[in-house]
């Protein structure tokens, strides 16, 4: 595994604690960084910036932007993933760029899989700093090992009703989700600056959020989500599969979720 993506070292801290954090430019090489965060750049520049407000984004970007659907598919990008998860095969589910303006109020506390129509663990969301990110600015915050607690059921991702002055408290939410039992498996917040480049990786059961921006600069991060390629679809109504023709109980088998390892 001398050239492989991650370590073995690396493998075993994303199982046991739910969480590891990657030197995305070295496994991507700088060439792809560097399309990336010009292309990130570009779309952040031509998007709507409503008066007001403190996020501004887009989905589903590699669908149109031919660098972000690049760092996407990227074959060691996906072996990568394939590693972490522990699976045969790898697809995407799907990519996100975001832009949290100071006093943006946090993304709620919550897991990624319950909210997908999805039907087994093995789900891997890599977040990108295109710039250093800081606590003061809201940086992501996870509760390592509450992916071994098991699924929590579908949580708001953006609540609407947060805000500067009713922010998002990652920590006492996370353990205001916990019995006293559950005290005994997770470990300590995490909660540290991410550098620029660097990929913040975890599992899509663990309990993760991220605080208010209270700095005076701007939080740029771009994710990737990748599931097991046999993975079937429940059937649950999604924005993403709605309309796609897929079959309950069946395989992903779409050209949407390419398999990329």
Same mark, same amino acid.
């Given at each position: 595994?001398?050239?492989?993506?991650?370590s073995?070292?690396?493998?075993?801290?994303?199982r046991?604690?739910?969480?590891? *954090?990657?030197?995305?430019?070295?496994?991507i090489?700088?060439?792809?960084?560097?399309?990336?965060?010009?292309?990130?750049?570009?779309?952040?520049?031509?998007?709507?910036?409503?008066?007001?407000? *403190?996020?501004?984004?887009?989905g589903?970007?590699?669908?149109?932007?031919?660098?972000?659907?690049?760092?996407?598919r990227?074959?060691r990008?996906?072996?990568?993933?394939?590693? +972490?998860?522990?699976?045969?095969?790898?697809?995407?589910?799907?990519?996100?760029?975001?832009? +949290?303006?100071?006093?943006?109020?946090?993304t709620?506390?919550?897991?990624?899989?319950?909210?997908y129509?999805?039907?087994?663990?093995? +789900?891997? *969301?890599?977040?990108?700093?295109?710039e250093?990110?800081?606590?003061?600015?809201?940086?992501n915050?996870? +509760? #390592?090992?509450?992916?071994?607690?098991?699924?929590?059921?579908c949580? *708001?991702?953006?609540?609407?009703?947060?805000?500067?002055?009713?922010?998002?408290? #990652?920590r006492?939410?996370?353990?205001?989700?916990?019995?006293?039992?559950?005290?005994?498996?997770?470990?300590?917040?995490?909660?540290?600056?991410?550098?620029?480049?660097?990929?913040?990786?975890?599992?899509?059961?663990?309990?993760?959020?991220s605080?208010?921006?209270?700095?005076d600069?701007?939080?740029?991060?771009?994710?990737?989500?990748?599931?097991?390629?046999?993975?079937?679809?429940?059937?649950?109504?999604?924005?993403?599969?709605?309309?796609?023709?897929?079959?309950?109980?069946?395989?992903?088998?779409h050209?949407?979720? #390419?398999?990329?390892?």
């Amino acid at each position: 595994m001398a050239d492989a993506p991650v370590s073995a070292e690396q493998i075993r801290t994303f199982r046991t604690q739910g969480v590891v *954090t990657v030197d995305f430019v070295k496994v991507i090489g700088s060439q792809l960084w560097e399309g990336l965060r010009r292309a990130c750049a570009e779309l952040e520049r031509t998007m709507a910036h409503p008066e007001g407000a *403190t996020r501004i984004g887009g989905g589903d970007l590699r669908l149109k932007v031919a660098e972000i659907d690049a760092v996407a598919r990227c074959p060691r990008v996906g072996e990568m993933v394939r590693l +972490l998860a522990g699976a045969e095969h790898m697809r995407i589910w799907l990519d996100a760029y975001e832009a +949290l303006y100071p006093g943006f109020p946090g993304t709620s506390v919550h897991q990624d899989l319950p909210n997908y129509p999805l039907d087994r663990r093995g +789900l891997v *969301t890599v977040i990108v700093a295109l710039e250093d990110v800081t606590p003061e600015m809201g940086v992501n915050q996870f +509760l #390592p090992r509450s992916h071994r607690l098991g699924p929590f059921g579908c949580r *708001t991702v953006y609540d609407s009703a947060r805000s500067r002055q009713d922010p998002v408290r #990652p920590r006492e939410e996370f353990m205001a989700l916990l019995r006293e039992d559950d005290r005994e498996i997770v470990g300590d917040v995490i909660c540290r600056t991410q550098q620029a480049g660097e990929a913040v990786i975890h599992d899509g059961l663990i309990f993760h959020a991220s605080g208010l921006n209270a700095s005076d600069r701007v939080y740029r991060r771009v994710s990737f989500v990748y599931f097991p390629a046999d993975s079937v679809y429940t059937g649950v109504p999604y924005f993403i599969t709605d309309g796609l023709g897929l079959t309950p109980f069946k395989p992903l088998d779409h050209e949407r979720f #390419p398999v990329v390892a």
